[in-house]
């Protein structure tokens, strides 16, 4: 990168160490973050800055806030007795866009994963189960991932759930809208097939 020089060659090469930014992206961003006026580059500079300083747990679900409870743990208009697990904040971000869902999550911050040395201490699986024991839950789904790391966490979690005399759900999978099911893996029509429901 040293043809554009040494400061721009930096940022080129902190930008492409982002998730999901190659090379040509990292350039585009940077060229853009140069043409941008000196207040806007500050305002960017700060926010980044701010949130790596400010953001935490929160202290219920475990996803990424600002303050003690997130806005969903501290709002009246949530249904407390219903908690959705999901992998990662992204996950709840994702079921939040639905607009359906109206209870309370738990965020892991991960799945169950031998091969890459993660286990259930590395979870925040001790946290949800405080949660059970002193909150008046009446529901758990299950929603991770539908991978194998999903499915084995999914699995540990009902195991350890069940005992407590909870409901425990798993989210439906299945054939995705507009999918043609000649292309649908074997795995996902045998899900959309156990989780069919009457018309």
Same mark, same amino acid.
């Given at each position: 990168?040293?043809?554009?020089?040494?400061?721009? *060659?930096?940022?080129?090469?902190?930008?492409?160490?982002?998730? *999901?930014?190659?090379?040509?992206?990292?350039?585009?961003?940077?060229?853009?973050? =140069?043409?941008?006026?000196?207040?806007?580059?500050?305002?960017?500079?700060?926010?980044?800055?701010?949130?790596?300083?400010?953001?935490?747990?929160?202290?219920? !679900?475990?996803?990424?806030?600002?303050?003690?409870? !997130?806005? #969903?743990?501290?709002?009246?208009?949530?249904?407390?007795?219903?908690?959705?697990?999901?992998?990662?904040?992204?996950?709840?971000?994702?079921?939040?866009?639905?607009?359906?869902?109206?209870?309370?999550?738990? =965020?892991?911050?991960?799945?169950?994963?031998?091969?890459?040395?993660?286990?259930?201490?590395?979870?925040?699986?001790?946290?949800?189960?405080?949660?059970?024991?002193?909150?008046?839950?009446?529901?758990?789904?299950?929603?991770?991932?539908?991978? #194998?790391? *999903?499915?084995?966490?999914?699995?540990?979690?009902?195991?350890?759930?069940?005992?407590?005399?909870?409901?425990?759900?798993? #989210?439906?999978?299945?054939?995705?809208?507009?999918?043609?099911?000649?292309?649908?893996?074997?795995?996902?029509?045998?899900?959309?097939?156990? *989780?069919? #429901?009457?018309?």
């Amino acid at each position: 990168m040293d043809y554009f020089g040494n400061q721009i *060659g930096k940022l080129i090469e902190e930008l492409s160490r982002l998730p *999901g930014i190659g090379i040509k992206t990292a350039q585009r961003l940077a060229f853009h973050i =140069i043409d941008m006026p000196v207040e806007q580059a500050e305002r960017l500079s700060k926010a980044i800055i701010d949130a790596k300083k400010q953001v935490k747990y929160c202290s219920k !679900c475990c996803t990424i806030t600002d303050s003690e409870l !997130c806005p #969903i743990c501290s709002s009246p208009k949530r249904d407390l007795n219903t908690i959705m697990v999901v992998e990662d904040s992204r996950d709840m971000a994702a079921y939040e866009r639905t607009k359906q869902y109206q209870g309370v999550y738990h =965020i892991l911050h991960g799945a169950i994963s031998p091969m890459l040395g993660i286990g259930p201490s590395e979870l925040k699986i001790k946290e949800l189960l405080t949660r059970l024991s002193s909150d008046s839950i009446k529901e758990v789904i299950l929603a991770t991932n539908s991978t #194998i790391e *999903g499915e084995a966490t999914a699995m540990y979690l009902s195991k350890l759930i069940k005992p407590l005399d909870i409901k425990v759900s798993r #989210i439906a999978n299945g054939v995705p809208i507009g999918g043609d099911l000649e292309y649908v893996d074997e795995v996902t029509l045998s899900r959309a097939l156990e *989780g069919r #429901i009457e018309l």
